[in-house]
């Protein structure tokens, strides 16, 4: 079981560049979200989803697109990159029917911005 | 604004010690409080969690304290390992929803 598979692993990024973030599960869950987390922050919500074709922004949004075209898929667009955004990101699923067992996170992204 | 605060940032424990982590939140919908254990290099991974019903919940060395008057809740590491060494956060949300708010963490060292 793959659980939620999160590409790159790494990403340097110049300032305004543009790239994608992939996250894709094979749960079958209908909930995916994308956080980010910073040094004494935690893990911030930046947009989510509770399926195909439905997204909403959560606490972080600004800078960042998404979209949910399939169940398994949720990409995370950052459009014009800025030293802000350096961040480590995590892609995370989960299920109403399987709350009790929690969100299954992959294992991130780690993105600098010079 | 942060709707749950986790405290200390760092915490260093002996061997056989008890760890305490401690939680705050404010929003009285939520009533799902669960607690996420994160290793170096990994994603969080659900460690246990708790609902207002009860006061609290032990899972083998892991406890959760819940005081629902009080709107905190606390986790206490039994015997603590070096293998516990992690980062842990404390979250909160309403049974079922999608929004998972967390706290900042905890990074927890178990000195052998």
């Known amino acids: 079981n793959a659980g939620v598979t999160q590409t790159p692993k790494f990403q340097v990024l110049k300032t305004g560049q543009s790239m994608t973030l992939q996250c894709a599960q094979d749960?079958?869950?209908?909930?995916m979200s994308w956080y980010r987390q910073d040094p004494g922050m935690g893990l911030r919500l930046i947009h989510y989803?509770?399926?195909?074709?439905?997204?909403d922004q959560g606490e972080v949004p600004n800078g960042y697109n998404v979209s949910r075209s399939t169940t398994e898929d949720f990409p995370l667009r950052l459009l014009s990159a800025a030293p802000s955004q350096t961040s480590v990101y995590f892609c995370a699923s989960s299920s109403p029917r399987t709350v009790r067992y929690g969100y299954t996170f992959g294992s991130g992204t780690r993105l600098t911005v010079v | 604004q942060q709707q749950v605060k986790q405290s200390p940032q760092s915490l260093i424990v002996q061997k056989g010690g008890i760890s305490i982590i401690n939680c705050a939140y404010e929003?009285?919908?939520?009533?799902?409080f669960p607690w996420y254990q994160q290793f170096p290099g990994k994603g969080p991974a659900l460690l246990i969690a708790?609902?207002?019903?009860?006061s609290e919940k032990k899972e083998g060395r892991f406890t959760i304290s819940f005081n629902k008057s009080a709107k905190q809740f606390s986790l206490h590491i039994m015997d603590s390992q070096p293998g516990d060494s992690a980062t842990y956060f404390c979250?909160?949300?309403?049974?079922?929803?999608?929004?998972?708010?967390f706290g900042q963490g905890t990074r927890l060292t178990i000195n052998p």
């Open positions: 749960m079958n869950h209908e909930y």
């Open positions: 708790i609902r207002p019903d009860v």
């Open positions: 929003n009285t919908a939520f009533d799902y």
């Open positions: 989803s509770v399926g195909a074709g439905i997204t």
């Open positions: 979250a909160a949300t309403k049974w079922g929803a999608q929004k998972l708010v």
